[in-house]
């Protein structure tokens, strides 16, 4: 029997395992504030973290050590599944999915697949959600895990963090390219590239400006991919709403010019983990979209 697995930094849609029928195995991602450990989505929510969150604690994120990820594995074939396909943040982003990749190497007694998302967040969720609907249409566990391998391309990661100093610091974004955004008080636009990389993308001096790129950058990514659009908007803090309510709208208004079917919209807030790194003033939205 065949599970499903993912990090925590992999967002889903609300519902979805209702809505497929199937248990989303969970791995957890430490988070430490100021030295305490915190297990993200099982010691500590996205609102707890919110509301622990000082600009001046020390926050950390790190890879589970093998023995937790051996477990992880474990409590899954414990309840019955032989088969686990796991899907994991992009490698460039963190070393979790080759370290997962690496343990089940040394699991006998589960066939494990392990599926760089190149993506983080409802990016990566997207090529889950992929993943679960070949699996609802009855495709053989092979042709899903060769397909999920290539979803990535199909979707389009696009975010604007108010502050980068945490992603500089982080060693996520360049410190030269970080600092002079800061510095001059741009609102800048960050993308995951193909390769599963989070880069600046381009520099924007006010919001309806950043918003009118993000829009535009999704109305090109899905130009030639109009079969089964996914379009959603992300957010940390409940001050970025208005800023995700006017990109979700814009989005709707765009993206519903260039189709025929209705596409599906969904709003996520972000995990802690990821919040770690972008603070609390982030939004953005991920297009998804598949050619004929």
Do not use: W
């Not at 074939?77 to 990749?101: C, M, N, Q």
């Not at 042709?143 to 100093?165: A, F, G, P, Q, W």
């Not at 030269?176 to 193909?194: E, F, Q």
């Amino acid at each position: 029997m065949i599970a499903f697995a993912a990090d925590n930094a992999v967002t889903l849609p609300e519902g979805t395992e209702k809505r497929f029928g199937v248990k989303i195995f969970k791995l957890g991602i430490p988070v430490y504030i100021d030295g305490k450990e915190y297990i993200d989505g099982k010691d500590i929510t996205a609102e707890e973290f919110m509301k622990m969150y000082d600009p001046k604690s020390d926050l950390k994120t790190a890879v589970p050590s093998p023995g937790f990820i051996k477990d992880f594995f474990k409590s899954i074939y414990e309840e019955g599944y032989d088969e686990v396909i796991y899907f994991g943040i992009s490698t460039k982003l963190s070393g979790l999915t080759s370290s997962a990749e690496m343990v089940a190497r040394t699991i006998d007694n589960m066939k494990i697949h392990i599926i760089d998302t190149k993506s983080v967040s409802i990016g990566a969720g997207y090529v889950v959600l992929k993943a679960l609907e070949l699996f609802k249409e009855s495709y053989s566990t092979d042709d899903i895990v060769e397909l999920s391998k290539e979803s990535y391309k199909n979707t389009r990661l696009l975010v604007s963090v108010m502050d980068l100093t945490r992603l500089i610091n982080g060693g996520r974004l360049p410190r030269y390219k970080g600092i002079m955004a800061n510095l001059l008080k741009i609102k800048p636009l960050l993308h995951i590239t193909l390769n599963g990389e989070l880069q600046l993308l381009q520099k924007t001096r006010t919001s309806n400006k950043l918003i009118g790129k993000m829009v535009d950058i999704s109305k090109k990514h899905l130009e030639n991919r109009k079969k089964n659009i996914k379009i959603a908007v992300g957010l940390g803090h409940e001050r970025m709403k208005d800023y995700a309510l006017e990109l979700q709208e814009n989005l709707k208004n765009e993206i519903n010019k260039m189709v025929d079917i209705v596409p599906e919209f969904t709003t996520i807030r972000l995990p802690s983990v990821l919040m770690c790194h972008t603070g609390l003033d982030v939004f953005g939205c991920v297009s998804y979209g598949e050619t004929d």
